[in-house]
Every structure is written in C-alpha cells, then in structure tokens.
C-alpha cells in the first residue's frame, strides 16, 4: 500500500458527460502528479501541482482540468468525454521541493467511456 | 526531448529462465533519474528501482538486477530464475530534473514490455 488514495476505482459513464477522479497523496506529500494509461498512448503525464500551484504540464487535453486544495487533496475533472477518454488514471505523490523525491501511485481509477 | 525505449512488447519465458528487458532513453540533461515499475494484472504500479545520472553501478536485489550503461545509454532489467509471478508488464521511466521547472519530476514512460513467465 503506497498510501495514495483514489476514488473511485471504477468509473462508467456517457460521451459529453463530466467526471471527477479524486485523489489524496500520502501524508506530508505536497505534490501531485496526474498521469493516464490508455491503450494506443501508454502511460502519460499530464499535470502536477505543488502545494496548490500548478508545476507542471504534460499532454493535457483542455477539456481536462486539475485542482489542489488547501488540504492538498486533488481532482482531476474531465469533461465532454470521448470514447476515447476510456483510461486507467493514475495520481502519484512526492514530498516535493527542489530535490529529488520519490513518486508513489495511487491504485488507479479506470474510466469506461461508453 | 527525453524519450524512452522499449523494444521488446512482450516476451515469454518458461518459469526458471532468465530474462532481460530492455530499455534506452534519450535525454539532454546531464542529471537525471531512471526507474522500473511493474504492473501485474491488478493494475497498479509498484516501483522497483530507482538510479540517478552519476551511479553507474550495477544493482542486485534478490532475483532482480539492473545494468545501466550510460555510454549506450541503456537501463536493462535482468530476472534471474523467473517465477510465474513475475508475469506482468515493466515499464522503465525517465525523469529529467527540472524537465518542466524547478522542483518538476514528471516520468516520461516507455510503451512497456509484457512479460508472461509459463509454468
């Protein structure tokens, strides 16, 4: 158990639809990463926050929207879904800062996109 | 831009034998961090190593061994007497420090070798 936290585990919805994918990092862990695994694109970054900024963009579709709170929890909010959208959505947590820190994933939500 | 290779989609093995997976990146920067993850069936990412630009060192862990040549530019992962449940997909991973800005991490991924280990 790496103590990153994501509900749900499972997602099914609509195309046009809005979701959001909830994640909470391990304790003391000030940044969050967003990375989604699909079939024809592998595993992909798309966002970080840090202490409630945004770090860092990757292939972030503009549909797709991220927020940390102040109790550093993070969504990931996607929406006018595509059938293409269907992923596993995976959140890591770091402690953060300007050294280097390890990464622990969260078990995932995945998203069928019907 | 940093890039990660993996050559090798799937492989299989008969349980006992040994396996390497390959992997090769390709980045600017002179600091940066390699890993392997695995994903069994259940789908989440467990980590298995970590390697900074500046440790050439081979590395053992029980059954597992990695060789990173930065000459060749390669990180190669190495299951000694493999078990069927080693059967799973290994993804290696770059990060580049500062790739996005200072204190950004973010883990560019190879597409992922499935590894299927027969009883």
């Known amino acids: 158990d790496s103590g990153v936290t994501q509900t749900p585990k499972h997602l099914i919805t609509a195309t046009g639809q809005r979701v959001t994918l909830r994640c909470s990092p391990r304790?003391?862990?000030?940044?969050v990463y967003w990375y989604q695994q699909s079939l024809d694109q592998g595993l992909q970054f798309l966002i970080q926050y840090y202490n409630g900024e945004e770090r860092a963009k990757g292939n972030i579709l503009e549909r797709f929207s991220a927020q940390q709170f102040p109790d550093l929890h993070s969504e990931l909010n996607l929406s006018s879904l595509e059938l293409g959208d269907s992923a596993l959505y995976f959140c890591a947590s770091s402690p953060g800062g300007a050294s280097y820190n390890e990464q622990f994933f969260g078990p995932g939500t995945r998203l069928t996109v019907l | 831009a940093q890039k990660v290779t993996q050559a090798q989609t799937e492989i299989s093995v008969v349980e006992k034998e040994d396996v390497t997976l390959d992997c090769v990146y390709e980045t600017r920067d002179t600091t940066y961090y390699l890993f392997w993850y695995k994903q069994p069936p259940s789908g989440e990412l467990v980590f298995l190593i970590r390697r900074n630009s500046f440790d050439e060192q081979n590395e053992i862990s029980g059954r597992y061994s990695w060789n990173f040549q930065k000459s060749t530019s390669s990180f190669n992962f190495t299951i000694t007497a493999s078990q069927v449940v080693d059967s799973a997909v290994y993804f290696c991973a770059l990060s580049e420090v500062g790739y996005s800005g200072a204190g950004s991490y973010q883990l560019t991924f190879g597409k992922g070798t499935k590894l299927s280990v027969i009883p």
């Open positions: 304790s003391g862990d000030l940044s």
